[in-house]
Every structure is written in structure tokens, then in C-alpha cells.
């Protein structure tokens, strides 16, 4: 059961709660490394982008870069989800963290070299899509491992969603200057090395080793089970369905932004930097006012809203012409984008059950990352032939219109909801009659 921590009172100041999983020592393993390594990853993904820009000045091949990179998250992190559920999540993170050290370190090589081609590219963005299939999934679930009390779990998300746009708010800025100066290269070879730390600090934790209560079953009746699971309950099927359609029709925002960069609003890498940066610092407010937060309670009412705000300042986005006016709209984006994303997160691992927490991950990946490609396959297809600033018109309307669905949603969503944070103590009011006043489906399990 999910009881509230008695160490952290409902009076304790925001700057507490905001690390409060850090007191856990793996989970600051962890959180080391990784900000380390998550610096490295944004600077390889702004050079990335950019020499395929470069080398092609096609938005069609921007947008099928970046769709071989994430198609393979989309076809099989449900099957990561299912060995999530099963086997040692550390000892599967080093040899994902090691295999994705290799690919930085390749390219690297054929940049330095001056011997890259767009077809390198494609290949080896496939290899890490491969890769992050698998890490993505199983470093979400391993998360519960890391720290010392289940009440942080939602802590340990918003801070871990924290880091990541902390290495995107600076990541990018460095990126652009290593490009004018050095050139793509050296970003892919600091990249490289930086996932030394966090292979370090995966081998450095102290993990009780547990045995897997899960049932004897094959791997596409573990799979099927978790798909019934998922999509026979309402509110998780919901969330899931808002998050494709934001994944699908507005994250592929970040795939065109070398061109508004560079012919929108006529400027270079070091543009480009600003622009990823922008959206990062709207993220990283966002992480931080979700790690502020005491309790998972009220996230269902704020989801929504934080997709709504993504909406608008995409479609602003789209109609600037002017870099501070990008950049502020960008933030904006950044936030809600943040706010909406983590808060599924959190919801979906809080009401999952236990044994199905890995499939649930892998569904929510699934979502975020794996449908991406099919958008930035699309936007870059769309954006060749109408322009870039109506395609994102056109996907920040949609995202829009769903998120005013989802909205409407609300009452009957939180009413399914409030149960089941009743039932893990998160909520104490079973004195009112809760339990059993309000009913809801329990999705199917086999």
C-alpha cells in the first residue's frame, strides 16, 4: 500500500518535497549519472539533426531520420515491457547503456573521418532506436528499484523528467557552439563518452534482488495480457489516447526546428541552440513544479489543461517570425508539453497494478516515443509540401481540439480514479463511503 510519508508532512516546504527521492542512494547513483549522460545525448541530438540538414537540405529525409530512430520504440518496447516484468533491469540498463555508448562512438568516427553519409546515419539511427526500444521501458519500471520508499515514486519521475530538460535547456546551447568551432564530430564523440558515468553508477548500486512474481506464461501471452489490461480500463486507455495524439501531431515540432532556424527566422546552429534550449527551460519549469508537488492527487485536472497550453503556444510558434517571440512561445510549449507528458507518467505507474508496471511503461514509451516517428514521417512529408509554419497550425489545432475532448472526460475520469488512490492510501476517504459508493471496471487480466 501507498501511504503518505510520515517524514515528509503535508506542511513541509516545496525546496523539500523537490528532492525528497534523493534520499534514496541509488536513486542518486542514478540521478548522477544520468546528468552526465543526458547532456551528452541532447548535444548528439541537435548535432544529428543538424548534419542531416547539411548534408541534405531536405525536410522529407529530416523527418525519416528521425523516423528510423523511433519507429523500433514503436514495434518493440511492448515486448521490453513484458522482460521489464520478468528479468534484472540493472544488469539489461549497462549492456543498453553500452551498446548506445558504441553508436555515439561510430559516428563520431565517421564524422571525424569526413567519411559520413546519410546512409550511416539512417543505419546507426536505427541501431540506437533499437537500443532505446529496450532502455526506455525497463529504466522507467526500474525506477521503483532505485528508491527506498514507493510514496517518492512520483518525486523520482518529475525529478528524472527534471534532468532530462536541464540537459536540454544547456545541451543544445553547447551543441550550437561546438558545431560553429569544431564541428559535428566532437559532439558525437563527448556523447559518447559521457555514458561512461552512468554505466558507472548502474554498477555501483545496491539492488535487493527480488524474486519476479509473475506468472509462467510466453512472451506473446504476457504481451496480450498487458495490451487487455491497459486499453479494458478507461482512464488508463484515456491517457494513453491523448498521448499518442500529442506524440503523433505535436512533438514533431522538434524535428522541423532546424528549418525555422534557418529559413524561418534566418539564423544558424547557434539559432538552432536557442530554440531547443527555449523549449527546454519551459520543460524544465514544468518538471520542477510537478517535483514541488506533495501528492499525485489533481494531476487528472491538470493534465489536460498543461496539453491545452502545449497546443496554443505550438500554434504561435508557427505564426512567429521574430527569435524572441519564438523563443517565449517555445517556453510556453516546453511547459505544457512537460506537464502534460510526466503527469501521465505518474498517473498511470500510481493506478497500474504492481506485477503490470513494466507493460504499462512500455505502453506509455510506446506512445511518447514510438508513435513520434510516425509524426515526424508525416509532418516532414506535409511540411515538403504546404510549409513548415501550417504544418505545425494544422497539429497544434488537432492536439487542441483533443485536449477540450479529454477535458470533458474529467468528471467521469477522476470518479474512476479516486478508488483506486483510496485503495493504496493515497486518498483517506474510505470513511466517507467511498469504496463503496463508486464502482468501476477492472479492466481484463488474461
Same mark, same amino acid.
Given at each position: 500500500m501507498m501511504t503518505q510519508d510520515r517524514n515528509y508532512p503535508e506542511n513541509a516546504s516545496g525546496l523539500k518535497n523537490l528532492f525528497r527521492a534523493l534520499a534514496s542512494r541509488n536513486y542518486r547513483l542514478f540521478f548522477a549519472g544520468q546528468s552526465i549522460s543526458l547532456l551528452g545525448a541532447w548535444i548528439q541530438r541537435v548535432a544529428m539533426s543538424w548534419i542531416v540538414y547539411r548534408l541534405t537540405s531536405s525536410e522529407v529525409l529530416l523527418g525519416t531520420v528521425s523516423f528510423l530512430g523511433l519507429i523500433p520504440v514503436f514495434v518493440f518496447s511492448p515486448f521490453a515491457g513484458? @522482460?521489464?516484468? #520478468?528479468?534484472?533491469? %540493472?544488469?539489461?540498463?549497462?549492456?543498453? %547503456?553500452?551498446?548506445?555508448? $558504441? %553508436?555515439?562512438?561510430?559516428?563520431?568516427?565517421? /564524422?571525424?573521418?569526413?567519411?559520413?553519409? =546519410?546512409?550511416? =546515419?539512417?543505419?546507426?539511427?536505427? &541501431?540506437?532506436? @533499437? =537500443?532505446? *526500444?529496450?532502455?526506455?521501458?525497463?529504466? %522507467? *519500471?526500474?525506477?521503483l528499484e532505485m528508491i527506498e520508499k514507493k510514496e517518492d @515514486?512520483?518525486? *523520482?519521475?518529475?525529478?528524472?523528467?527534471?534532468? &532530462?530538460?536541464?540537459?536540454?535547456?544547456?545541451g543544445p546551447a553547447i551543441a550550437g557552439a561546438l558545431i560553429t568551432v569544431f564541428g559535428e564530430g566532437l559532439c558525437f564523440l563527448l556523447n559518447g563518452l559521457s555514458y561512461l558515468f552512468v554505466i558507472a553508477a548502474l554498477l555501483l548500486m545496491r539492488i535487493p534482488m527480488e524474486e519476479r512474481k509473475t506468472k509462467q506464461q510466453n512472451l506473446l501471452h504476457g504481451l496480450q495480457e498487458g495490451f487487455s489490461y491497459a486499453f479494458g480500463f478507461t482512464p488508463i486507455r484515456t491517457v494513453l489516447s491523448l498521448l499518442m495524439v500529442v506524440s503523433i501531431l505535436g512533438t514533431p515540432y522538434i524535428v522541423l526546428m532546424p528549418i525555422f532556424a534557418k529559413d524561418i527566422l534566418h539564423g544558424d546552429a547557434h539559432t538552432l541552440g536557442f530554440l531547443m534550449s527555449a523549449t527546454g527551460g519551459g520543460a524544465l519549469c514544468g518538471a520542477v513544479y510537478l517535483a514541488s508537488r506533495k501528492t499525485v492527487v489533481g494531476l487528472v485536472r491538470i493534465l489536460p489543461l498543461a496539453a491545452i497550453l502545449f497546443s496554443l503556444g505550438l500554434i504561435g510558434f508557427a505564426l512567429s517570425h521574430y527569435q524572441w517571440l519564438s523563443i517565449l512561445f517555445l517556453i510556453i510549449t516546453g511547459f505544457g508539453m512537460m506537464v502534460q507528458m510526466a503527469s501521465s507518467n505518474t498517473i498511470l505507474q500510481t493506478i497500474a497494478d504492481e506485477d503490470k508496471r513494466g507493460r504499462i511503461v512500455s505502453l506509455y514509451v510506446m506512445c511518447v516515443m514510438g508513435t513520434t516517428p510516425l509524426g515526424s514521417l508525416l509532418a516532414g512529408a506535409v511540411a515538403d509540401r504546404i510549409g513548415t509554419p501550417e504544418t $505545425?497550425? =494544422?497539429?497544434? !489545432?488537432?492536439? @487542441?481540439?483533443? !485536449? /477540450?475532448? &479529454?477535458?470533458?472526460?474529467?468528471?467521469?475520469?477522476? *470518479? !474512476?480514479? #479516486?478508488? /483506486?488512490?483510496?485503495?493504496?492510501g493515497i486518498l483517506s476517504e474510505v470513511a466517507l463511503g467511498l469504496e463503496s459508493a463508486v464502482q468501476w471496471p477492472r479492466p481484463p487480466v488474461g
Open positions: 513484458v @522482460l521489464a516484468d #520478468r528479468i534484472n533491469r %540493472q544488469r539489461l540498463l549497462v549492456i543498453t %547503456q553500452v551498446l548506445a555508448m $558504441l %553508436q555515439a562512438l561510430i559516428l563520431a568516427g565517421l /564524422i571525424m573521418t569526413g567519411s559520413i553519409r =546519410i546512409e550511416h =546515419i539512417m543505419v546507426l539511427s536505427v &541501431f540506437l532506436g @533499437l =537500443i532505446n *526500444a529496450f532502455d526506455t521501458p525497463v529504466r %522507467q *519500471a526500474f525506477t @515514486l512520483s518525486n *523520482a519521475i518529475a525529478l528524472n523528467s527534471a534532468l &532530462f530538460n536541464s540537459a536540454r535547456l544547456v $505545425l497550425m =494544422i497539429g497544434g !489545432s488537432c492536439c @487542441l481540439v483533443c !485536449s /477540450i475532448i &479529454f477535458m470533458r472526460k474529467l468528471p467521469a475520469l477522476r *470518479a !474512476s480514479i #479516486r478508488p /483506486i488512490y483510496v485503495e493504496k
